[in-house]
C-alpha cells in the first residue's frame, strides 16, 4: 500500500496507541495537518495559542497518563518556540515526541523562509533526533522513536520532517512498533542486602526514577521492611501518601526540615531513581560524611557525577527492589524511629502558620480537591509552598518543572494534565510572574471547555529572586518587584473564564464553593510580597546552615 509521509505519520502515531496530540500548524507542516484534519475522528488535536504551551501540555499529558506525550509544530519560530519544553522533557526525563515541518529538501541550506537548524539546535536536549530526508525512512524513523524515548531513561526525541517528506510517496509496510528496549540489571543482590542489614539508621532517597518505573508498591514495601523514613526528590513526591508514617516529605534546599534532617544522621542511604542535584545535596562533601551510600539508577551516567556512592546497582528501580526486598529481613531501631519523630514534630511547629498565608491557602485548596485530582505547579515560591504543604496521595498528580525551573510551565501541564484525566478538573498553583509567562493558554482552556482551577498566589514580585536578594544581597530588590496592574479577574473573563478576588480564606471558600464544570477559573489570591520558603539551606551549604526563620 502507498501512502504520503504524512498518512505514514498518522498511522504510526496510531499504531502506538496514540490518540491525543497537541500543536500548533504552520507552512511547513501543512500536509501533516490535512491529514490530521481527515483523521479526526481517530485522532485528538489540541489547538494551543502558543508551540511552547503545546508542548508544555504534551510533556504534562505524558507524566499524568504515564504514557508518551506528542507535540507537532511548524518550521523556523514554530519549532524554536519548542525549545524549553523539550529541554524540560529532557531534564526531568519525560517520554515526547516533537514533530516538526522543515522546508523541502531540495530548499534545505539555502536560508529559505522559516528554515532553522533545528536537529542542531536540540543535539544536547534530546535523547535522540532525527532529519527524516527520505519518504522510504520515515515509517522506521518514527517507530525508533518511540523506542528510543521510552528505553532506558526515558526522554524526548525530535523528528524534523520536510514538507517535500510528507507529501512524497512511498510503500507503506505497517510494521509493529518497536518496544521499548529492556533494561536488564544483574547485580549481587546479596551483597548490597548484607549491607543494609549491617545498618541501624537507614533512610531512603526517592526521586523521578520512583515515579517512571512504577515502583512505588515496592518503595513501601522497601520502606516498611526497613522501618525506614523516606524522603524525596521534587520529582519523587507522590509516590507514597503524604499520611503514610514514614512519608517525610521533599528533601533538599526547601524541602522539609525532618527529610533534610534525618538524611544528615542516618548511617545508611539508600537512593533510588534520583540524580543528586545541587539544590538536593548542598555541600555535596559534607552530604556524605558519615553514611554508607547505595545508589540505584537506571542512567549509569548519573553514577558517581554529583555524589561518589559507595554501592551502586545500574538499572530500573522496580527491577532492582524486585530482586532485592526477599533478601531483606525486617528490621525496627526505636531509637532511630523515637529520633524521626522528633524531628517530625519540630517541623510542624516551627512553621505552624495562621491567617491568609500560601501554606493556609494551599490546605484549603486541597480540601476541595479528591486524591486523584492532578496538581501542576509553576516555579518559584509557589511551587516550593506546594511541595511542602499539598498533601498528595496518589502517584502521578504533580505536575511540576524540576530540573529546568522553567517558569511559564504550569498552564500548559495543567491543561495536559486534565486531558489525560478524561478532563477532570486539574489545578495550577501559579505566581503573578510565572501567570505572566504564558497566560495565553486561558484561551486553549477556555476553547476546550477544560475545568483548570488557577490559583495565584499574587505577592506583586518575582519571589525567590526577592526572598534572595532579602537573604543574600542585603535587601538590594533588584528589578524583583512587579508592580503590574493587571486585573487578573478582568483577564479572566475577558478570555471566556471565570474570575475571583480572594483576601482571606472566607472569600477563597466562596470562591471554591462556587466553580464552573466545563470552564476554567482564576483566583487571584493576594499574599504579602515578603511571606517567605522556609526552611532553606542557601547554596553549597548543609543542615547545620538551615535558616528557619
Request: aromatic fraction near 6%; charge should be neutral.
Amino acid at each position: 500500500m502507498k501512502l504520503s509521509g504524512s498518512q505514514i505519520v498518522v498511522e504510526r502515531l496510531l499504531a502506538h496507541g496514540i490518540t491525543t496530540v497537541f500543536g500548533y500548524p504552520g507552512g511547513a507542516i501543512l500536509p501533516l495537518y490535512d491529514e490530521l484534519y481527515k483523521n479526526s475522528d481517530k485522532l485528538n488535536h489540541i489547538l494551543t495559542a502558543h508551540e511552547q504551551g503545546a508542548v508544555h501540555a504534551a510533556d504534562g499529558w505524558a507524566r499524568a497518563c504515564g504514557e508518551t506525550g506528542v507535540v507537532i509544530a511548524t518550521s523556523g519560530p514554530g519549532a524554536t518556540n519548542l525549545v524549553t519544553g523539550i529541554a524540560n522533557a529532557y531534564l526531568d526525563s519525560i517520554p515526547l515526541i516533537a514533530i516538526t515541518g522543515n522546508v523541502a529538501v531540495s530548499m534545505l541550506g539555502r536560508d529559505s523562509f522559516q528554515e532553522v537548524d533545528i536537529v542542531g539546535i536540540t543535539q544536547p536536549i534530546v535523547k535522540h533526533n532525527f532529519m527524516v530526508r527520505d519518504v522510504a525512512m520515515l515509517e522506521d524513523t518514527l517507530n525508533q522513536a518511540f523506542s528510543i524515548a521510552n528505553s532506558g531513561r526515558r526522554g524526548p526525541v525530535l523528528v524534523d520532517i520536510p514538507k517535500s517528506v510528507q507529501t512524497d510517496i512511498c510503500e507503506y509496510r505497517n510494521k509493529t512498533p518497536l518496544p521499548a528496549k529492556k533494561t536488564y540489571c544483574t547485580f549481587d543482590a546479596g551483597q548490597v542486602s548484607s549491607a543494609i542489614k549491617n545498618c541501624k539508621r537507614p533512610y531512603i532517597y526517592a526521586g523521578g526514577g520512583v515515579i517512571s518505573s512504577n515502583a512505588e508498591p515496592e518503595l513501601g514495601v522497601l520502606s516498611e521492611r526497613l522501618s525506614a523514613p523516606v524522603g524525596f526528590s521534587m520529582m519523587g513526591l507522590t509516590a507514597l501518601p503524604d499520611e503514610y508514617k514514614l512519608n517525610l516529605g521533599m528533601a533538599g534546599m526547601h524541602g522539609k526540615l525532618a527529610a533534610t534532617a534525618v538524611k544528615a544522621e542516618c548511617d545508611v542511604l539508600i537512593a533510588l531513581g534520583v540524580r543528586f542535584s545541587d539544590r538536593a545535596t548542598g555541600n555535596a562533601t559534607e552530604y556524605g560524611e558519615g553514611k554508607l551510600i547505595i545508589h540505584v539508577d537506571i542512567d549509569h551516567a548519573e553514577i558517581g557525577k554529583n555524589v561518589p556512592p559507595h554501592m551502586y546497582v545500574n538499572g530500573d528501580v522496580k527491577d532492582v527492589l524486585t530482586q532485592l526486598l526477599p533478601l531483606l529481613p525486617a528490621m525496627r531501631n526505636d531509637e532511630w524511629l523515637a529520633r524521626i519523630d522528633e524531628l517530625k514534630l519540630k517541623g510542624k511547629t516551627e512553621y505552624a502558620s495562621s491567617g491568609f498565608t500560601p501554606r493556609n491557602i494551599i490546605e484549603t485548596v486541597r480540601g476541595f480537591c479528591g486524591a486523584d485530582t492532578v496538581v501542576a505547579t509553576d516555579v518559584g515560591q509557589h511551587q516550593m509552598w506546594v511541595t511542602l504543604h499539598y498533601k498528595f496521595q496518589k502517584p502521578r498528580t504533580l505536575l511540576t518543572s524540576g530540573g529546568l525551573g522553567a517558569m511559564g510551565y504550569g498552564l500548559g501541564a495543567a491543561i495536559g494534565g486534565s486531558i489525560a484525566r478524561g478532563r477532570q478538573r486539574s489545578v495550577l498553583f501559579t505566581g503573578d510572574g510565572s501567570f505572566g509567562m504564558n497566560l495565553t493558554e486561558l484561551a486553549t482552556a477556555v476553547s476546550q471547555k477544560l475545568p483548570i482551577l488557577i490559583v495565584i498566589l499574587n505577592n506583586n514580585a518575582l519571589g525567590l529572586p526577592r526572598q534572595w536578594q532579602g537573604v543574600f544581597f542585603e535587601k538590594r530588590y533588584s528589578q524583583s518587584t512587579l508592580n503590574r496592574k493587571t486585573d487578573f479577574v478582568a483577564l479572566a473573563k475577558a478570555f471566556g473564564a471565570e474570575g475571583y478576588l480572594a483576601e482571606d480564606l472566607t472569600r477563597l471558600e466562596y470562591a471554591l464553593n462556587n466553580l464552573p464544570d466545563r470552564k476554567p477559573t482564576v483566583i487571584d489570591c493576594r499574599i504579602g510580597m515578603d511571606e517567605r520558603v522556609l526552611p532553606m539551606i542557601p547554596p553549597g551549604g548543609s543542615v547545620k546552615d538551615i535558616i528557619v526563620k
